[in-house]
């Protein structure tokens, strides 16, 4: 067979000889060695290398766009008949290839075949059906890499376009069919048609992989950081007036309020709402490849964010207060997909689409990056707070300088964390959480002073003047969470905020205790007014015997103050 089927590199071409000379015998035809190979079922073995380098040499040129097929018959004229067939590639302009056209491949592919079975397996059905047993598994495989797979849409609006590709291919089978090439029974064969008729799934995965590249590149390209000048253009006054300019800025779905999101939290629910829109027009199975590829796009915030930003997420920072408010827009978003989507998607995908149960998830993940914030912020507050230790001896200088950084760093504390979340948060969750860390601060101030067992007179005047200072520092601050609106608020935060008010009273009115006479201030409590303030009788009580020595008075307003009906 190697004497047969010539390879000449060089020239580019495939020799076919008839007639051969072997160890000294002259006129050997091809047909005879072909048919002593068949009776001695070694046919398969004989042709074995010789479909490989056809394979090699000239179907991948052309199935690459590589070459274009040439052929020669040389005729024998004594003999009268054919004595040689060549096949040329001619190599293509462009040496590296060029797009596939499939209807010039296909038809260059025929030709070849078509080539073979006249000059190498002389139109003998099972010689050829034994060559394309050799070739077809890497040929069919090669069309596919380098052409169907290529040709797949990348549009929805083009699976139409693909129909015209398809016919084509199920021709060309056929063809190889009606030469024997392939076996015209066994489906198996049927490869690239097969492939072809299932272009709505090879469509469908290959989107899938595209959008889910897109989302997890976005994700993990997003740095949750703002502008330097953001924060001075959207706090306070300003908020509502620049709110409009900026991109991220979106009204949660179920409510009127607004907040920032980051770039990547946006884009993520763009690239969702277009994939659902694909949904509504794409045809069932292909359809529903989109809706479980939203879902995933959606669930990638959830597995990448928290690992890439888990340094973030454990400080203050602007980032931890974007990926909140990220979770609150996905979850609300999330639920009104069923709403815009489902009524327009393909019956069979409607009746498995479900996104009611990823929103819990990113209500419950922004909730928990919420109070991982706020426990950060009361940690740092109690850790400054710690530096007083117990506010006691201020009468001495060192004391009171002690304690009055401390009530200076509890400020400073407080501001920055105001210049963080109030421009990003948005109003109900800012004012609830600002009051539910102020409470704190408050009512830990009033603990430890209330839990002093002796007080001079002028350690209560260092004390007044701490409390008065921090009540300066932070005037700014609590004087709009003081005048919210609670209208339509939940329970819960109508109670957080009581016990602010009652805190903020407590603190207050401890300031003004610390100079009051020991019968005014039996008279606040039996007239209702210290325990309006959220008082106890025996803070009270303690209170007066750290302030005031042992007397005849002091025993009658104790028993008072114990004997009276208000608790």
């Given at each position: 067979?190697?004497?047969?089927?010539?390879?000449e590199e060089e020239g580019n071409a495939v020799h076919i000889?008839?007639?051969?000379?072997?160890?000294?015998?002259?006129?050997?035809?091809?047909?005879?060695?072909?048919?002593?190979?068949?009776?001695?079922?070694?046919?398969?073995?004989?042709?074995?290398?010789?479909?490989?380098?056809?394979?090699?040499?000239?179907?991948?040129?052309?199935?690459?766009?590589?070459?274009?097929?040439?052929?020669?018959?040389?005729?024998?004229?004594?003999?009268?008949?054919?004595?040689?067939?060549?096949?040329?590639?001619?190599?293509?302009?462009?040496?590296?290839?060029?797009?596939?056209?499939?209807?010039?491949?296909?038809?260059?592919?025929?030709?070849?075949?078509?080539?073979?079975?006249?000059?190498?397996?002389?139109?003998?059905?099972?010689?050829?059906?034994?060559?394309?047993?050799?070739?077809?598994?890497?040929?069919?495989?090669?069309?596919?890499?380098?052409?169907?797979?290529?040709?797949?849409?990348?549009?929805?609006?083009?699976?139409?376009?693909?129909?015209?590709?398809?016919?084509?291919?199920?021709?060309?089978?056929?063809?190889?069919?009606?030469?024997?090439?392939?076996?015209?029974?066994?489906?198996?064969?049927?490869?690239?048609?097969?492939?072809?008729?299932?272009?709505?799934?090879?469509?469908?995965?290959?989107?899938?992989?595209?959008?889910?590249?897109?989302?997890?590149?976005?994700?993990?390209?997003?740095?949750?950081?703002?502008?330097?000048?953001?924060?001075?253009?959207?706090?306070?006054?300003?908020?509502?007036?620049?709110?409009?300019?900026?991109?991220?800025?979106?009204?949660?779905?179920?409510?009127?309020?607004?907040?920032?999101?980051?770039?990547?939290?946006?884009?993520?629910?763009?690239?969702?709402?277009?994939?659902?829109?694909?949904?509504?027009?794409?045809?069932?199975?292909?359809?529903?490849?989109?809706?479980?590829?939203?879902?995933?796009?959606?669930?990638?915030?959830?597995?990448?964010?928290?690992?890439?930003?888990?340094?973030?997420?454990?400080?203050?920072?602007?980032?931890?207060?974007?990926?909140?408010?990220?979770?609150?827009?996905?979850?609300?978003?999330?639920?009104?997909?069923?709403?815009?989507?489902?009524?327009?998607?393909?019956?069979?995908?409607?009746?498995?689409?479900?996104?009611?149960?990823?929103?819990?998830?990113?209500?419950?993940?922004?909730?928990?990056?919420?109070?991982?914030?706020?426990?950060?912020?009361?940690?740092?507050?109690?850790?400054?707070?710690?530096?007083?230790?117990?506010?006691?001896?201020?009468?001495?200088?060192?004391?009171?300088?002690?304690?009055?950084?401390?009530?200076?760093?509890?400020?400073?504390?407080?501001?920055?964390?105001?210049?963080?979340?109030?421009?990003?948060?948005?109003?109900?969750?800012?004012?609830?959480s600002m009051t539910m860390i102020l409470e704190v601060v408050?009512?830990?101030?009033?603990?430890?002073?209330?839990?002093?067992?002796?007080?001079?007179?002028?350690?209560?005047?260092?004390?007044?003047?701490?409390?008065?200072?921090?009540?300066?520092?932070?005037?700014?601050?609590?004087?709009?969470?003081?005048?919210?609106?609670?209208?339509?608020?939940?329970?819960?935060?109508?109670?957080?905020?009581?016990?602010?008010?009652?805190?903020?009273?407590?603190?207050?009115?401890?300031?003004?205790?610390?100079?009051?006479?020991?019968?005014?201030?039996?008279?606040?409590?039996?007239?209702?007014?210290?325990?309006?303030?959220?008082?106890?009788?025996?803070?009270?009580?303690?209170?007066?015997?750290?302030?005031?020595?042992?007397?005849?008075?002091?025993?009658?307003?104790?028993?008072?103050?114990?004997?009276?009906?208000?608790?």
């Amino acid at each position: 067979m190697e004497s047969a089927v010539q390879f000449e590199e060089e020239g580019n071409a495939v020799h076919i000889k008839h007639e051969l000379s072997i160890d000294g015998i002259d006129g050997l035809e091809l047909y005879t060695v072909l048919q002593a190979l068949n009776v001695a079922d070694i046919l398969d073995y004989g042709l074995a290398k010789v479909a490989d380098l056809i394979t090699k040499y000239v179907l991948n040129p052309i199935i690459s766009c590589r070459a274009t097929p040439s052929f020669i018959e040389e005729m024998n004229h004594e003999a009268g008949h054919v004595s040689e067939g060549v096949l040329k590639m001619v190599p293509s302009v462009d040496p590296k290839g060029s797009k596939v056209d499939g209807e010039l491949m296909y038809s260059y592919i025929v030709q070849i075949i078509e080539f073979v079975n006249k000059f190498l397996c002389f139109h003998n059905g099972s010689w050829m059906c034994c060559f394309g047993r050799l070739t077809w598994s890497r040929m069919s495989d090669m069309i596919i890499s380098n052409f169907l797979s290529k040709v797949v849409p990348d549009d929805a609006s083009k699976l139409a376009e693909f129909q015209e590709i398809r016919k084509l291919t199920i021709d060309f089978e056929t063809t190889l069919k009606e030469l024997m090439f392939i076996s015209p029974s066994d489906g198996k064969d049927e490869k690239l048609s097969k492939f072809a008729d299932n272009v709505e799934v090879h469509f469908a995965s290959r989107k899938k992989i595209q959008i889910l590249a897109k989302a997890r590149s976005l994700l993990l390209q997003c740095n949750f950081s703002l502008p330097q000048d953001y924060i001075t253009k959207n706090s306070g006054i300003n908020k509502e007036e620049h709110a409009e300019n900026i991109p991220n800025h979106v009204v949660l779905l179920f409510s009127s309020e607004k907040c920032v999101v980051s770039e990547a939290a946006r884009q993520l629910m763009e690239l969702v709402h277009q994939t659902l829109t694909d949904v509504c027009l794409l045809p069932p199975k292909v359809g529903l490849e989109f809706y479980h590829t939203a879902r995933n796009a959606l669930v990638l915030y959830e597995a990448i964010i928290p690992v890439k930003l888990q340094r973030q997420l454990d400080s203050i920072n602007q980032a931890a207060v974007l990926i909140h408010n990220d979770c609150l827009y996905l979850s609300q978003e999330i639920l009104g997909l069923a709403f815009e989507y489902r009524p327009y998607f393909p019956s069979s995908v409607k009746e498995l689409a479900v996104f009611v149960d990823l929103a819990p998830r990113f209500q419950l993940m922004a909730e928990e990056v919420l109070q991982r914030q706020v426990q950060l912020v009361i940690y740092n507050l109690n850790q400054a707070i710690d530096g007083a230790y117990g506010f006691q001896n201020t009468h001495q200088m060192k004391q009171f300088e002690s304690a009055k950084f401390c009530i200076d760093q509890v400020a400073f504390i407080i501001e920055k964390v105001h210049i963080i979340w109030e421009p990003l948060l948005l109003p109900s969750v800012y004012e609830q959480s600002m009051t539910m860390i102020l409470e704190v601060v408050f009512s830990r101030i009033a603990k430890e002073i209330l839990l002093l067992d002796d007080m001079a007179a002028e350690e209560t005047m260092q004390l007044q003047r701490l409390i008065q200072l921090l009540f300066e520092h932070l005037s700014s601050l609590l004087e709009p969470l003081l005048a919210v609106d609670l209208s339509g608020t939940a329970q819960e935060a109508i109670e957080e905020r009581e016990y602010f008010i009652l805190s903020i009273r407590k603190l207050r009115k401890l300031a003004e205790l610390l100079d009051m006479p020991l019968k005014l201030i039996t008279a606040a409590w039996e007239s209702g007014e210290l325990a309006d303030c959220n008082f106890t009788p025996s803070e009270v009580e303690d209170f007066i015997r750290a302030i005031f020595t042992d007397s005849p008075l002091r025993k009658e307003c104790l028993f008072r103050i114990d004997n009276s009906n208000i608790r």
